[in-house]
């Protein structure tokens, strides 16, 4: 399975943006999903995460109230809605994907990753 992610862009601080996390080559459908971020130079964190069967979602203690992962199976395709940003938010943000059924914060949990997408929050 190959995963795309896209969505990101310029914005102001407080504006919002949609994620997008697109599946081709494969179903996405029975796996668990998340986001993590990365700027330069430092390690890829945690985002937020959501197992196949949308049960309660996962988050960093940094984007909780603001940011939502959602999925629609039928389109083979996970959303981060991305609200209230702050220029910390800044990174690039890459979506993965885990056969298990989890919302671990451990990167090593998750078996593929798609190439990022830039997220630049001015103040």
């Known amino acids: 399975v190959q995963l795309q992610a896209s969505g990101g862009g310029l914005v102001q601080a407080g504006d919002s943006l949609r994620l997008s996390c697109t599946a081709s080559?494969?179903?996405?459908?029975?796996?668990?999903v998340a986001w993590f971020r990365q700027t330069p130079g430092k390690e890829r964190n945690f985002v937020a995460a959501i197992k196949w069967n949308n049960s309660p979602a996962a988050y960093a203690d940094s984007v909780k109230g603001r940011f939502s992962i959602s999925r629609d199976n039928a389109k083979n395709t996970a959303y981060l809605q991305m609200n209230n940003l702050k220029p910390e938010d800044t990174a690039v943000y890459y979506c993965?994907?885990?056969?298990?059924?989890?919302?671990?914060?451990?990167?090593?949990?998750?078996?593929?990753w798609g190439q990022g997408t830039l997220v630049t929050v001015s103040s």
């Open positions: 993965a994907t885990s056969p298990s059924s989890t919302t671990t914060p451990n990167t090593y949990a998750w078996k593929s």
């Open positions: 080559g494969g179903t996405i459908n029975r796996a668990s």
